[in-house]
């Protein structure tokens, strides 16, 4: 069976649910820094009858981690739900998880990591967080990128399986392995992020470039296909040593935006590949489907996962409908005939579950930018009012060298927003929301 710990247990309401739900356990240490909660947690054991799974330790969560590694007492499943950044406790995990371990890993410092103060995200996580519309998929990338980084240390490396943003927080999970000749790989998993500050556009410069001997497969190797199970899905079908690494080159933009002459904002690095395992999310669909009426959240899971399978594994970050429609002060084109556009033209297109305007696709922003221009050909935007070196006025006075369609295509309304699923979030209920800190004690 697997050993669980929950490395942040408060009342240990977790502990007992994995104990008394998921099939198969062995041990589930629920752990806490405070005697309080340990205490409340021995009554809820007790009062569970699962005391013969979880046993409740008070420590500080890193030393029962450095401990655990040092006596080779790995565990398979490391929860960190902490109030606020799991920063501190990301070192010790990546360390204390079994060869193909799961790390689940909660942030709620979603105000650092959505932008708004960068120079903190960079001392919790190793990168720089930008304001755009896509800061809750880049969230989820930092913390990508920072639990990369730290395994890397330890010849280590991640494997997501499935990244979330909800509500007020994250939660990542990620399977863990070992293999110095694929952490060669990780620079070129991490990318910067240049943003125009003017029209909102952005590119990646990826920080590593992998290439490969006389065989013409590009980076792409290393996430697609693989079954999740395997710890295949990183592994190239060529033997290490025909991969060459080295820096990449760039950077991606000129000193100025190309649509709009203002500056970028740089931020990152971020993790720049896939953030779900989509073999894995199928089936965990799957058994959600197979024991209807298990879990209260059913609706919201199947929504949120059935969006998640749609999303686009190789396109990192997405625009919004209304940003795009705002930039240029045109009316916002509806989501099906943006879609439309962008697939009568030859691009994929896709939804983000972080997002309810998201439109992630591989199409290049002067593609996106051409078909907005069509669009305000159709509806008008009165020029006059725009100021001439407005990020408006120097899209619209180019002309679209793409004739943009908008007819609407069947293809182009995505099969969980077809089958009317729960995809986004509704209004909250009351006492929604984060509670206040614990008290030390
Ligand atoms: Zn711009």
Same mark, same amino acid.
């Given at each position: 069976g697997l050993r669980v +710990?929950? *490395?942040l247990a408060a009342s240990g309401l977790r502990s007992i649910r994995f104990a008394k739900?998921?099939?198969g356990l062995r041990a589930v240490v629920a752990n806490d820094f405070s005697a309080r909660a340990v205490e409340l947690m021995n009554r809820n054991v007790a009062f569970n009858g699962v005391g013969d799974l979880v046993a409740p330790r008070m420590a500080d969560a890193r030393m029962l981690m450095y401990q655990c590694k040092a006596d080779r007492e790995l565990f398979d499943v490391i929860d960190l739900d902490p109030y606020g950044s799991p920063a501190p406790f990301l070192d010790a995990a990546v360390q204390a998880v079994s060869e193909g371990g799961l790390l689940c890993v909660t942030c709620t410092d979603m105000g650092v990591m959505a932008g708004n103060s960068a120079e903190t995200c960079y001392s919790k996580y190793g990168a720089m967080s930008l304001k755009g519309k896509f800061c809750h998929e880049m969230a989820l990338r930092i913390i990508l990128h920072s639990l990369d980084s730290r395994a890397n240390c330890y010849q280590r490396f991640i494997v997501? +399986?499935?990244s979330i943003s909800a509500d007020f927080y994250i939660r990542v999970f990620v399977r863990v392995f070992t293999g110095q000749a694929k952490v060669k790989a990780s620079a070129s998993k991490q990318a910067l992020v240049y943003h125009c500050v003017g029209c909102g556009t952005h590119h990646l410069q990826r920080l590593g470039k992998v290439t490969s001997h006389g065989t013409g497969y590009g980076r792409a190797l290393w996430w697609r296909g693989g079954p999740c199970d395997s710890g295949e899905l990183l592994t190239p079908r +060529? #033997?290490?040593s025909s991969f060459k690494y080295g820096a990449a080159t760039g950077p991606p933009v000129g000193p100025t935006c190309e649509f709009c002459q203002q500056r970028h904002q740089l931020g990152g690095p971020m993790w720049a590949e896939p953030l779900h395992d989509p073999a894995f999310v199928e089936r965990v669909l799957a058994a959600l489907q197979s024991s209807p009426g298990r879990f209260q959240t059913e609706e919201r899971m199947q929504g949120m996962l059935s969006?998640?399978?749609?999303?686009l594994g190789d396109v990192p970050l997405y625009y919004t409908l209304d940003s795009l #429609? #705002?930039?240029i002060h045109c009316n916002t084109p509806s989501l099906l005939q943006f879609r439309s556009a962008l697939l009568h033209a030859g691009y994929r297109v896709s939804l983000s579950h *972080?997002? &309810?305007?998201?439109? &992630?696709t591989d199409a290049p922003p002067a593609v996106l930018w051409d078909?907005?221009?069509c669009w305000a050909k159709i509806h008008p935007v009165k020029r006059e009012r725009l100021a001439e070196t407005s990020p408006a006025s120097r899209i619209l006075s180019v002309e679209p060298t793409l004739q943009a369609s908008f007819t609407l295509r069947d293809d182009a309304n995505p099969s969980s927003r077809k089958r009317g699923l729960k995809r986004f979030p509704e209004n909250p209920e009351a006492f929604w929301g984060p509670k206040a800190r614990a008290k030390a004690g």
């Open positions: +710990l929950e *490395a739900e998921v099939p997501p +399986l499935l +060529l #033997s290490s969006v998640v399978t749609e999303e #429609s #705002s930039t *972080a997002c &309810k305007n998201a439109v &992630k078909i907005m221009r």
